[in-house]
């Protein structure tokens, strides 16, 4: 099929890519110029894994960006994947959505026959035919259901595993509301839904508006849920991987998303989370179990600072922190926590030193004044301490030799000789 991608973000470059890898024909379109040269020249924009190889393979042929809107005429379906900002109160900026569905909307004005708009950035309930679709039919002079048919297909894409996900995913979630858009989107997805591992969801669009926030929610909450449980454990002195290994084995409850620590970040579960509590107080509605789900989850990072000053005095101690970005597999340091270790760090006085494997260059315009290293051998070097933000898979190799005193709190249950140090302590055992 010929499709269009607006949006050549972290989702709608993954989407191109693996449309492209799909077999179909697909222009990305994007307002940054660079982003378009980039991906043109057979670069990936984000560090992800086996996104560079498929951009490389399909850009110039089934994989094409460019600047200009009116690359969607010689499409038959475009996928909206626009950034949906957060304001300070959760509360989600739909300005990019609007100016996207306008600029679209014009372009699609000049086009004869059926065109399928699939928006797949995550919106509250409600956006996509109260918002979206009017711009459209205002834009366009075309009625929808007349001409353009709307569509929402939420995206379910973990950074690290996202072309994974997009290829063999647990569900395929189509919100249409005509039978024409499902069929359209059935087509598209042919490939990916021929395995029997997949799951299709066919649904009306403000269900799949809210699938995508309550899948998230659900797992925010189930991780907040773990962590309070190893907050408690860790108190009885009891080792709270053992304990939820136990309870994870209970077919009703499963061992995902059962590691405790550090807490969640990414541009997912927090904007998410907050725009559903956000969305449910505009509705009358207070979501009690998600505030205790954010409230959990931001306490994490102080805990372990907390737990490190039990053993260093951190005021004009250099501190390593090992891992930047906010899980491992990916260059994203969105609400990563362990900017918030450094913040905490930083406020008691200590002198940071940070190493990450990829994610290094994304931080440093906001925190210039702390130290970089090279690899974590360097930024142990000398270290009156030393935390594990991000559980990179090389952390588990650290033997931590060459510090000042090899004193080492764990926020990811990293697979070191804890024997060999001076201090070991884990987060949450």
């Not at 995902?256 to 509605?285: H, I, T």
């Amino acid at each position: 099929m010929n499709v269009s991608i607006v949006g050549s973000g972290y989702v709608g470059t993954t989407v191109a890519a693996c449309l492209a890898d799909l077999g179909h024909d697909v222009r990305n379109i994007e307002i940054d110029e660079d982003i378009v040269e980039t991906i043109n020249a057979g670069q990936a924009p984000i560090h992800e894994s086996g996104l560079q190889e498929r951009i490389a393979e399909h850009a110039g042929s089934r994989l094409r960006a460019t600047t200009d809107y009116d690359a969607v005429r010689e499409t038959d379906v475009t996928f909206l994947c626009l950034p949906t900002p957060q304001a300070d109160d959760g509360s989600l900026d739909l300005a990019p959505m609007r100016a996207g569905a306008e600029s679209l909307g014009r372009a699609l004005a000049a086009t004869d026959g059926d065109h399928l708009v699939v928006v797949k950035s995550t919106v509250l309930p409600g956006t996509t035919e109260e918002v979206v679709g009017p711009i459209l039919e205002s834009e366009s002079g075309t009625a929808i259901g007349d001409g353009i048919e709307i569509a929402m297909n939420p995206e379910f894409l973990r950074m690290g595993t996202a072309v994974r996900d997009f290829l063999e995913p647990d569900k395929v979630v189509l919100g249409t509301a005509s039978e024409g858009a499902a069929a359209t989107l059935r087509e598209l997805y042919a490939p990916v839904l021929e395995r029997e591992a997949t799951d299709l969801v066919e649904t009306d669009v403000r269900e799949a508006e809210l699938i995508k926030y309550a899948n998230n929610a659900f797992l925010a909450t189930k991780v907040s849920l773990v962590n309070e449980l190893g907050n408690i454990a860790k108190e009885y002195g009891a080792d709270a991987y053992e304990v939820l290994e136990a309870v994870g084995l209970d077919d009703r409850i499963s061992e995902r998303f059962m590691r405790s620590g550090l807490g969640w970040g990414g541009s997912c579960f927090p904007k998410d989370v907050n725009a559903l509590r956000a969305g449910a107080r505009e509705q009358g509605y207070d979501p009690e179990l998600l505030d205790a789900t954010v409230a959990v989850n931001d306490a994490q990072p102080r805990r372990l600072v907390d737990l490190l000053a039990e053993h260093v005095a951190i005021e004009g101690a250099r501190i390593a922190v090992l891992g930047l970005s906010f899980k491992p597999g990916t260059d994203d340091v969105r609400k990563s926590r362990a900017l918030d270790v450094i913040d905490y760090l930083r406020e008691r006085g200590a002198d940071v030193v940070a190493y990450d494997p990829v994610a290094i260059e994304n931080v440093r315009p906001d925190y210039p004044e702390i130290e970089y290293a090279d690899s974590a051998e360097d930024a142990l070097t000398d270290a009156d301490g030393a935390v594990v933000a991000t559980a990179w898979p090389e952390f588990d190799e650290c033997t931590f030799e060459g510090m000042a005193r090899s004193v080492v709190v764990d926020g990811r249950r990293t697979d070191v000789d804890a024997d060999a140090l001076d201090v070991y302590e884990g987060l949450t055992w």
